[in-house]
């Protein structure tokens, strides 16, 4: 009986050679999400060494912009030309950028080094979940989608932690150089082991698509970015970009249903699933980057807690989120079964949202670390499900461009949760500082909503008391917005059609072993 189940255990893992690109995709995952986090925390020092702080928004807000462009052309790319050969080349280009970054001399330097490592970034992920896609059948996908999310949440909590400590005891530019081993480990061992079919597309690349696409995502995200911060959202520069934005995406639907090789062929929209999914992922940024980014605020300015260990603030989030997407990738593995995912992931986001926007000046660490843990319950549902489910609703050719639009719609989601979860929280503190604080309220927060632990430290104990009841005020307005944004997560949900996923799972009594295997040609070589 022990051998027997030795047998099976050992029947359940992948190959040696498998494993070994598997470790290759987590370490880029890992790069793809720990940049930013890493970065986040080493931009006080880069200002105080390059000075440029007018532009320091720049420095994160041309990578995104470049990175969210690049998303879709890299999926096409892939589809046409050969996985491989666009994963490989997105790395290099992300390397580059990082060693450039690191090198910059003056603000503006880097805020074209961080584009250069932005072009790079947008081939990562989709790099990493077509990969998957073309490596693992979907009945099997879930459990490694899941410990890919797991591998995000871990760059989310320790990404600070990283930072911090690379920028004491390095320098910042270490920040960017620490990206240059790890990316080449993983170039090494995919150049190595992985060996995905040569495709050479008679098609050329739709460069009007591409263009169109571009000046479309790059308007939307600066009109978030800029929006209410650096102008006002009914100032002309917005209102040009807004119609810049959507007259690029209307011309570039008109022109998909045209070119001979689009850039994201409509057709994969006629499945419900994908669709469906595509909204959900939009929900999904939308919800986890807009908590990543008020919540701390909350539990630092309300709660006393300390900004140096900011990554972990999050942990009851995170952790769930880790646990609950490898979980739903293992039972989605042994059962086939995925719409109940959506359907509780979207429930708890709504539930979770509700109870975070409930917090107040007197809510303890422990209740807020319940309630964050019921949103993270939520988000590690849909995370890689929402992949997954995309994934298996279009043909193989269409891999790359299914996961680019998944997580292009992600990156949308979040500018757009960041943004508009933005200014209703920097609204609603002025309203509360001016209603308690009167002209001094007013004063405080004319130029920023957000203040560091240093300037809130300075204030007199009243104005300081008003700003604590003025930040829950803010997070009760932006969480509330989100969970009922939320509802549409789970309207979309309702909606699902649990169509069986491809290839095999577990083998039962009849089943004739590696019946899946034989439909798929070799991928990698043996290690």
Not at 79 to 84: E, I, S
Not at 178 to 202: D, E, F, M, T, Y
Request: aromatic share 8%; glycine share 12%; hydrophobic share 50%.
């Amino acid at each position: 009986m022990a051998d027997t189940k030795t047998v099976e255990a050992e029947a359940e893992k992948p190959p040696r050679s498998v494993r070994v690109v598997l470790l290759a995709l987590m370490i880029t995952m890992m790069l793809a999400m720990l940049d930013n986090m890493i970065v986040g925390t080493a931009m006080p020092t880069i200002v105080g060494e390059l000075g440029g702080l007018e532009h320091l928004s720049w420095v994160v807000t041309a990578y995104t912009l470049a990175t969210a462009a690049s998303t879709p052309i890299w999926g096409k790319i892939g589809d046409m030309y050969g996985r491989k050969g666009a994963f490989m080349t997105s790395i290099v280009i992300f390397l580059i950028g990082s060693a450039l970054s690191g090198m910059a001399q003056n603000m503006g330097e880097l805020i074209g080094f961080r584009a250069i490592q932005g072009l790079g970034a947008g081939g990562l992920m989709v790099g990493v979940m077509a990969i998957i896609g073309d490596l693992i059948p979907p009945r099997e996908r879930g459990k490694y989608q899941g410990m890919m999310a797991g591998v995000m949440a871990l760059a989310m909590i320790g990404g600070p932690l990283v930072g911090g400590t690379i920028t004491d005891n390095w320098g910042w530019r270490w920040s960017f150089y620490i990206n240059l081993p790890l990316g080449v480990v993983s170039l090494a061992l995919i150049s190595a082991v992985l060996h995905l079919p040569r495709k050479r597309s008679q098609s050329r690349i739709d460069y009007l698509g591409a263009t169109l696409l571009t000046v479309g995502i790059t308007s939307i995200v600066l009109v978030t970015t800029w929006g209410g911060s650096e102008y006002a959202w009914s100032s002309a520069r917005i209102m040009e970009l807004i119609g810049i934005g959507v007259a690029s995406l209307i011309g570039f639907v008109f022109w998909q249903t045209r070119a001979a090789e689009p850039i994201v062929p409509l057709h994969i929209f006629r499945s419900r699933n994908f669709t469906l999914m595509s909204i959900i992922g939009f929900v999904t940024g939308f919800v986890m980057f807009g908590a990543t980014l008020f919540l701390p605020l909350y539990q630092q300015s309300v709660q006393g807690a300390s900004a140096t260990n900011s990554g972990l603030l999050l942990l009851p989030m995170l952790g769930a989120m880790l646990v609950t997407s490898m979980v739903a990738g293992r039972v989605t593995t042994n059962s086939g079964k995925y719409k109940i995912f959506p359907l509780v992931g979207s429930v708890a986001m709504v539930i979770g949202l509700y109870l975070l926007s409930t917090m107040d000046t007197g809510t303890s660490r422990l209740t807020s670390g319940v309630f964050m843990a019921v949103v993270g319950l939520g988000m590690g549902c849909l995370m890689q499900i929402t992949m997954l489910v995309a994934q298996n609703s279009v043909e193989m050719k269409d891999m790359g461009v299914a996961s680019s639009s998944t997580t292009l719609f992600r990156t949308l989601g979040s500018s757009f949760g960041v943004a508009i979860m933005g200014a209703l929280f920097n609204n609603r503190v002025q309203d509360v500082m001016s209603e308690r604080a009167g002209a001094l309220g007013s004063k405080i927060t004319e130029q920023s909503a957000q203040l560091d632990a240093a300037s809130l430290a300075k204030l007199p104990v009243a104005a300081r008391e008003a700003y604590q009841h003025a930040v829950s005020a803010g997070t009760h307005s932006a969480f509330l917005l989100g969970a009922v944004v939320a509802v549409t997560a789970l309207v979309a949900a309702v909606f699902v059609k649990e169509v069986p996923l491809k290839g095999a799972g577990p083998q039962k009594d009849g089943d004739s072993a590696g019946d899946a295997a034989a439909t798929q040609p070799p991928l990698v070589d043996a290690v």
